[in-house]
C-alpha cells in the first residue's frame, strides 16, 4: 500500500501505531487496509473465538515528523 508504519503497539484494549504517509492518503483509506487486512488474518488462523471484527471507533493524533 502506499504508506509505512514506522512502529506498532497493541494490547488487548487498543492499537497505538506510527504511520508515514502521503498527503494524498487519507488517515481512513489507511485505517480501513489494516483493520481489513488484520480482520482477515486473525480470522483465517481461527486465532479467536468466532469470527473477529474490529469496533468502529477509530481515533487518531497527527504528528509532524519534525516533532518526533
Known amino acids: 500500500k ?5 512502529t506498532c503497539f497493541a494490547n488487548s484494549g487498543h492499537v497505538h501505531a506510527l504511520i508515514d504517509l502521503p498527503a494524498e492518503t487519507s488517515v481512513a483509506d489507511v485505517v480501513k ?3 481489513g487486512a488484520s480482520s482477515h488474518w486473525i ?3 481461527n486465532l479467536v473465538a468466532g469470527r ?5 471507533d477509530m481515533r487518531r493524533s497527527p504528528y ?3 516533532t518526533l
Not at 473477529?52 to 468502529?56: G, I, K, L, Q, S
Open 52 to 56: 473477529f471484527a474490529w469496533d468502529e
Open 64 to 66: 509532524r515528523s519534525r
Open 43 to 45: 480470522n483465517k488462523n
Open 2 to 6: 502506499n504508506f509505512v508504519m514506522r
Open 33 to 35: 487496509h489494516l483493520k
